[in-house]
């Protein structure tokens, strides 16, 4: 008898293979890679969603802090909010400076350094040619504004204006500048410093309102120094007086809370009986 071999299965079959083993690329030769790509991400985030800037003076004071020789704040710009929604009195933007803003501006001399100043600027450093303002809406267009009441308050459409963030800088007075009415041309904003005794903005000779096409975005935080990390606040100066009283606003959240807890017993009673009938 003669013993029968089985036949090889299709396992056996396979050949052997040997594994090569893979190459590992270099760090360095990533490394110029993974740069270009940062700066390419920076450059369109800060270019079409966002960007931080410097806040180069006292005008916004004390809401943004700037000075010569201090730590100025760097906040953080939404450039899209404003396409989906119309710009609101209060807000807190930034623009590009009109003509009439930026006559007297003297550029800098061209030092051969300007493109590693432009790199920056995409990081939060002055821009080479830096002709950008941060001031708060005051009036919007067809508005009437001026200044000022008896008690020293801005007026728009006849009615004063309600400003919790004026700030009136320590040795230049506490009294507003007097000026108007103005009324604002179609198309553009009436723009003021919270710093309001110590601020060049649309009430000083020459500069005026400022085309709404000329605003870059609207400031949503202060990002550096940490120390200074918080939000920044829009209250709009035209609503505050026609608001409810705080403990009417908080009724919407007080009714909301109360009315969760019965929602949320008729959930649970429904979903055990679906279950009770389920295991019936």
């Not at 893979?22 to 990533?30: C, G, I």
């Not at 110029?32 to 390419?40: D, G, M, Q, R, S």
């Not at 067809?142 to 400003?163: A, F, H, M, S, W």
């Not at 026609?242 to 109360?258: F, N």
């Amino acid at each position: 008898m003669t013993d029968v071999q089985p036949s090889p299965t299709a396992e056996d079959e396979k050949p052997e293979t040997t594994e090569q083993p893979k190459k590992k690329t270099s760090f360095w030769r990533e490394l110029p890679i993974l740069v270009v790509t940062a700066l390419v991400l920076a450059l369109l985030i800060q270019t079409f969603i966002a960007r931080v800037y410097v806040i180069p003076s006292q005008s916004m004071e004390t809401t943004l802090h700037g000075c010569a020789g201090c730590t100025n704040d760097r906040v953080l710009v939404d450039k899209v909010v404003h396409r989906f929604s119309g710009i609101e009195a209060g807000e807190v933007v930034v623009f590009r400076g009109p003509d009439s803003w930026t006559s007297n501006h003297l550029s800098e001399p061209d030092s051969g350094w300007a493109w590693l100043r432009e790199l920056g600027s995409l990081f939060g450093l002055p821009a080479a040619d830096e002709r950008d303002f941060v001031k708060r809406v005051i009036a919007l267009p067809g508005q009437k504004v001026e200044c000022c009441t008896p008690d020293n308050k801005v007026l728009v459409d006849g009615k004063p204006l309600t400003e919790p963030y004026v700030h009136y800088q320590e040795g230049f007075g506490d009294k507003q500048i007097a000026f108007g009415p103005v009324v604002v041309p179609p198309g553009h904003l009436w723009m003021m410093g919270d710093n309001r005794n110590n601020s060049r903005d649309s009430r000083a000779a020459g500069q005026g309102p400022v085309p709404i096409e000329n605003v870059i975005g609207k400031v949503r935080a202060i990002v550096l120094p940490p120390s200074r990390w918080q939000g920044i606040d829009h209250p709009n100066p035209q609503a505050v007086a026609l608001g409810a009283p705080a403990w009417q606003a908080g009724i919407p959240l007080g009714l909301g809370l109360a009315g969760a807890w019965p929602a949320l017993w008729a959930v649970r009673r429904t979903s055990n009986a679906l279950r009770s009938r389920i295991v019936s």
